[in-house]
C-alpha cells in the first residue's frame, strides 16, 4: 500500500490503437486495468492504472509516441491508497518531483479564481491590511494577508508563459493589475471613511506609524522576500503541494505596500505614495520574473514542438522586458539602501563626536548625558532638512557658556560632514557640602 503521492488516470481508447498502448505500459511495468466501453457508439474501452505523480507526464508522453491521441478522453484522480505489485517499483524509477505538465495548467487555472470572488476578497484583504497599518498591528496584517488571492495570478501568468497558453496568460496578468488597482482604491476608500468619521487620533501623521514608515523606504533585503515567495510558490505548485502559506507570502509582498499607497492618496502625501509605489511593483515584478523562470528551469514546455519554439522566444521577451523595468526600480532599491546605510553611519558619526567634543579639558565642567538626532531621510534628501542634534548636558548652576551651541553646531558639522542644527538641554546638578 501506497498512501499518498499518486494519481489515477482513466484513459479513453480507440480499437486500433489499444493493443501498442497496452504494451507500452506493460513495458514501463504499469499495473492496468481495461474495460469496454459502450457510450461513445464504436469499438472503445477504457484503461485505468495508477502511476506516482511524478510518472504521469513521462508515461503519457510515451504512450502519445506509441498512438495515444492527445486529446484522448482523459481523467486523473487522486487516489487515497494503491494496492499494486509494481507502484514501489515505479516510485524508484520516476525521481522527478514535479508533477505533470496537465495537471500543473489545471492547479494553476484553479488557482486564479473567478473575477467576482477575487475582487470581493481582495477588497477585504485589503481593508484589513489598511486597519493593521493604521493600528500599527503586525498581526492583523497578517491575517490580511490569510485570505489574500493573489498567488493564484501570478502562477497562471507565468504557467501560461512556459507551456505558451495565452489565455491562461492573459487571465493572470488581467488579475494581476486588477488586483493591484482594486487594493490601493480599496484601502483608500477605507481610510478616507475612517479618518472623516474620526475613528484615528486627530492629526495623526501616518509616516510616524512603524508599520507605514517601513514601506515608505524600500531597500534592496525587501526584493528577497518578493524573490523567496515567487520561488517557493512555484515550487510548491510545481510539486503539487499545499501552497496556503506561500500564498500568504505572496500576499504579504503586495497587499500592504498597495494599502500604504491607498493611505498616501487619503493623507495627499505624494512620498508616501512613490515609497510605497515603487515597493509594490518591485515585488510584483520579482515575483513575476523568479516563477516564470523556476517552471522553466524544471523543464515545463508545450508539448507542441512549433509552440515550444513560439514559447521559447516569448517567454525568453516576456524575461527581458520584466528584468529591464525590476533593473530600474532596483536601482531605486540600491540608492536608498545606500541612503539608509549612510544616514545610520551619520549618526553614529555625530554621536561619536558629541562625545569627543566633551572630552576636551575646556569642556570638563560639562557632562554629556544623552545625544539624540531628528531627521525624517525623505526631507533631507527632497526638502533639505537640515538634521537636529539635541544633546542633553548636565552642567553647575553657576556654569554660563552662551556660545556652547554655536560652537558645537561649527564643530559638529565640520567632523560630519554636513550641516546640523545643535539644540542644548541642561541638567542643572546642585550639590550640597555637609560637614
Known amino acids: 500500500y501506497v498512501i499518498g503521492i499518486m494519481r489515477y488516470l482513466q484513459i479513453l481508447l480507440s480499437e486500433d490503437k489499444r493493443d501498442a498502448i497496452l504494451r507500452e505500459l506493460e513495458n514501463n511495468s504499469v499495473d492496468y486495468v481495461v474495460t469496454e466501453e459502450t457510450g461513445h457508439g464504436g469499438n472503445s474501452s477504457v484503461v485505468s492504472f495508477a502511476l506516482p505523480k511524478n510518472a504521469v507526464e513521462p508515461v503519457l508522453n510515451r504512450l502519445r509516441r506509441v498512438g495515444l491521441n492527445k486529446d484522448a478522453f482523459t481523467i486523473i484522480l487522486k487516489p487515497e491508497i494503491v494496492n499494486a505489485r509494481h507502484f514501489k517499483d515505479l516510485l524508484g524509477l520516476h525521481k522527478k518531483k514535479e508533477i505533470a505538465q496537465s495537471e500543473l495548467k489545471a492547479r494553476a487555472e484553479e488557482m486564479a479564481p473567478s473575477l467576482s470572488t477575487f475582487l470581493i476578497m481582495t477588497a477585504i484583504s485589503a481593508i484589513i491590511a489598511t486597519t493593521g497599518l493604521l493600528t500599527n498591528s503586525a498581526a492583523v496584517i497578517i491575517g490580511a494577508m490569510v485570505i489574500a488571492p493573489l498567488m493564484g495570478p501570478a502562477m497562471a501568468t507565468s504557467v501560461g508563459t512556459v507551456v505558451s497558453d495565452t489565455k491562461l496568460f492573459l487571465r493572470g496578468?488581467?488579475?494581476?493589475?486588477?488586483?493591484?488597482?482594486?487594493?490601493?482604491?480599496?484601502?483608500?476608500?477605507?481610510?478616507?471613511?475612517?479618518?472623516?468619521?474620526?475613528?484615528?487620533?486627530?492629526?495623526?501623521?501616518?509616516?510616524?506609524?512603524?508599520?507605514?514608515?517601513?514601506?515608505?523606504?524600500?531597500?534592496?533585503?525587501?526584493?528577497?522576500?518578493?524573490?523567496?515567495?515567487?520561488?517557493?510558490?512555484?515550487?510548491?505548485?510545481?510539486?503539487?503541494?499545499?501552497?496556503?502559506?506561500?500564498?500568504?507570502?505572496?500576499?504579504?509582498?503586495?497587499?500592504?505596500?498597495?494599502?500604504?499607497?491607498?493611505?498616501?492618496?487619503?493623507?495627499?502625501?505624494?512620498?508616501?505614495?512613490?515609497?510605497?509605489?515603487?515597493?509594490?511593483?518591485?515585488?510584483?515584478?520579482?515575483?513575476?520574473?523568479?516563477?516564470?523562470?523556476?517552471?522553466?528551469?524544471?523543464?515545463?514546455?508545450?508539448?507542441?514542438?512549433?509552440?515550444?519554439?513560439?514559447?521559447?522566444?516569448?517567454?525568453?521577451?516576456?524575461?527581458?522586458?520584466?528584468?529591464?523595468?525590476?533593473?530600474?526600480?532596483?536601482?531605486?532599491?540600491?540608492?536608498?539602501?545606500?541612503?539608509?546605510?549612510?544616514?545610520?553611519?551619520?549618526?553614529?558619526?555625530v554621536k561619536k563626536e558629541a562625545k569627543e567634543f566633551f572630552k576636551q579639558p575646556s569642556q570638563k565642567k560639562y557632562q554629556l548625558l544623552e545625544t539624540k538626532i531628528q531627521f525624517r531621510i525623505v526631507d533631507v534628501i527632497f526638502f533639505g532638512e537640515v538634521p537636529k542634534v539635541i544633546l542633553l548636558v548636565a552642567k553647575d548652576k553657576n556654569v554660563h557658556q552662551p556660545e556652547l551651541a554655536k560652537q558645537l553646531d561649527s564643530y559638529l558639522s565640520k567632523k560630519a560632514d554636513y550641516p546640523v542644527d545643535v539644540q542644548l538641554r541642561f541638567l542643572e546638578v546642585a550639590e550640597s557640602r555637609s560637614k
Open 173 to 349: 496578468i488581467k488579475l494581476q493589475a486588477i488586483g493591484v488597482v482594486v487594493a490601493i482604491i480599496s484601502a483608500a476608500a477605507f481610510a478616507l471613511v475612517v479618518k472623516q468619521a474620526s475613528l484615528i487620533p486627530f492629526g495623526l501623521n501616518i509616516t510616524t506609524i512603524p508599520e507605514v514608515r517601513s514601506r515608505l523606504i524600500p531597500d534592496v533585503l525587501s526584493l528577497f522576500i518578493a524573490l523567496g515567495s515567487g520561488i517557493a510558490a512555484a515550487i510548491s505548485l510545481s510539486r503539487g503541494v499545499s501552497s496556503v502559506l506561500v500564498g500568504a507570502m505572496i500576499a504579504v509582498a503586495l497587499v500592504p505596500p498597495a494599502a500604504t499607497v491607498g493611505l498616501g492618496m487619503v493623507w495627499g502625501i505624494p512620498l508616501v505614495m512613490l515609497g510605497a509605489g515603487v515597493l509594490l511593483l518591485v515585488n510584483l515584478l520579482a515575483m513575476n520574473i523568479v516563477s516564470l523562470l523556476v517552471f522553466w528551469y524544471l523543464g515545463y514546455r508545450p508539448e507542441n514542438i512549433v509552440q515550444s519554439k513560439s514559447a521559447r522566444i516569448s517567454t525568453l521577451r516576456r524575461v527581458g522586458a520584466l528584468i529591464v523595468m525590476l533593473a530600474f526600480l532596483s536601482i531605486i532599491l540600491a540608492s536608498v539602501t545606500y541612503v539608509s546605510y549612510e544616514s545610520a553611519a551619520f549618526e553614529e558619526r
